[in-house]
């Protein structure tokens, strides 16, 4: 049975790039939540996907986006990236309409130079 | 906005000895989970607790929320090595309506060291 998987693991970016992650959830689920976890810090939601619409949101900027697949697959993209982007980002999946258990994928470290 | 305070924020002990983590909130909250984290890798989830003074047990860890479901506790008896790690507690809320599920706030978690 497949965990949550992400990719890529590791990237680093310069200051104003774009950057795509990506994320399959475990096996059954249909929800996908995104989160940002600073150095020290514990995770922050940034937004929620469930039946391929962003269902929830953080009190994260626009430059944050994402996307879900009929696959229920999902995507998070970072437009103009700041310095303060630098963080570990989880994808964590869970089963709609449950009391909310996320199952966590090991993240992609991003590093913004 | 609902916040979640851990403390401590640090803990280093023996391996052996016995060591209780504290979450707390002035937000009422659905129900509490407790999340492992080791370096390297996602959070993974030990436990669940969702009606008010709930406990639970797992091995030798011990899970309590509050009767007003505003806070818990998490205690280690007799802590190993293998313990090692970050301790996060996470408050599910009701969600907005249209949502699958409920938006986990997160603490800023405790760092357990077990030395040997």
């Known amino acids: 049975d497949a965990g949550v998987t992400q990719s890529p693991t590791h990237l680093i970016k310069t200051r104003g790039q774009q950057v795509t992650l990506r994320c399959s959830p475990k096996s059954g689920h249909d929800t996908v939540s995104w989160y940002q976890q600073a150095l020290g810090q514990g995770p922050q939601f940034i937004f929620q996907?469930?039946?391929?619409?962003?269902?929830q949101r953080g009190n994260f900027p626009d430059r944050f986006s994402g996307h879900q697949f009929p696959n229920y697959s999902s995507e998070l993209n970072v437009n103009a990236l700041l310095l303060g982007d630098s963080a570990l980002y989880l994808c964590a999946s869970s089963l709609a309409y449950s009391t909310g258990e996320l199952f966590f994928g090991e993240g992609s470290r991003l590093t913004v130079l | 906005t609902q916040l979640l305070e851990q403390s401590p924020q640090f803990l280093s002990i023996q391996e052996g000895e016995n060591l209780t983590v504290y979450c707390n909130s002035s937000s009422v909250f659905s129900s509490l989970q407790w999340y492992r984290q080791e370096p390297g890798e996602g959070p993974v989830l030990l436990v669940t607790?969702?009606?008010?003074?709930e406990v639970k047990k797992l091995k030798r860890l011990t899970f309590q929320f509050g009767d007003a479901r505003k806070d818990s506790s998490l205690h280690i008896t007799a802590a190993q090595p293998g313990d090692t790690g970050l301790y996060l507690c996470?408050?599910?809320?009701?969600?907005?309506?249209?949502?699958?599920?409920?938006?986990?706030?997160f603490g800023k978690g405790t760092l357990l060291t077990v030395n040997p």
């Open positions: 996470a408050g599910a809320a009701g969600h907005g309506g249209g949502g699958s599920n409920y938006k986990l706030t």
């Open positions: 996907y469930y039946e391929e619409e962003e269902r």
């Open positions: 607790v969702v009606t008010g003074g």
